[in-house]
């Protein structure tokens, strides 16, 4: 699939109010790991930092660890009873199972003169349910929200960019999905981290 496909990918956990099931660790760093480290790699050829002709690359990625990481990581938070989480990381484990199944199985069959309108509404839907978890995601975190505020811009920028076939714009999509992937690193090490330490090393800025 071109690179305008999408970056995305990505759920973010945020803090839970709700108490941890007895033996169930918070699956919250895995599942941000993941979408900010398959994220990071397809927004390099987004962004035009890398020649398209190797975008394969981010196919394995997106299947494993995108993509069946995150589920995993989904399952958990449904387990723990950390419903904002649980349906984020399951439905962008589905996102980047569907990227991996698109590009590789779908996309080269597609009419040529009219391909790039498939890709613009696959990466439609994307925003819009990107968009209303940044509602939700206002009861998490700044570290949180930030993810979902960066990663709904960067579903944007590719939707747009898809749809009127604008190599700039999807540049464009590409480099806001590159600061999207750092931020959910971030809250990545700060959840790992502060659960490691039992103490706050890096802060995430409840907002709840």
Not at 2 to 10: G, K, R, T, Y
Not at 163 to 181: E, H, M, P, R
Request: charged share 5%.
């Amino acid at each position: 699939m071109a690179s305008a496909e999408s970056n995305a990918a990505v759920p973010a956990a945020p803090q839970s109010a709700a108490p941890a099931a007895s033996g169930i660790a918070d699956p919250g760093a895995l599942g941000l790991a993941a979408f900010a480290m398959t994220t990071f790699v397809l927004s390099f050829f987004n962004a035009g930092l890398i020649n398209e002709s190797v975008e394969n690359v981010v196919l394995p990625l997106a299947f494993f660890y995108g993509g069946i990481i995150q589920l995993l990581a989904g399952m958990w938070e449904f387990r723990r009873g950390n419903t904002f989480a649980a349906t984020a990381f399951a439905s962008f484990g589905g996102f980047w199972l569907a990227f991996a199944g698109y590009s590789s199985q779908v996309a080269p069959h597609l009419n040529p003169a009219h391909a790039y309108q498939a890709t613009g509404l696959f990466l439609l839907a994307w925003a819009i349910f990107t968009g209303y978890m940044c509602l939700a995601a206002l009861r998490t975190s700044v570290a949180v929200l930030a993810v979902f505020v960066t990663l709904t811009v960067t579903f944007v920028l590719l939707t747009i960019g898809a749809f009127d076939q604008s190599t700039s714009i999807t540049k464009a999509g590409g480099w806001v999905g590159l600061v999207t992937a750092v931020v959910a690193w971030y809250a990545s090490a700060a959840t790992v981290t502060n659960n490691t330490w039992k103490r706050e090393l890096l802060p995430t800025w409840p907002l709840a």
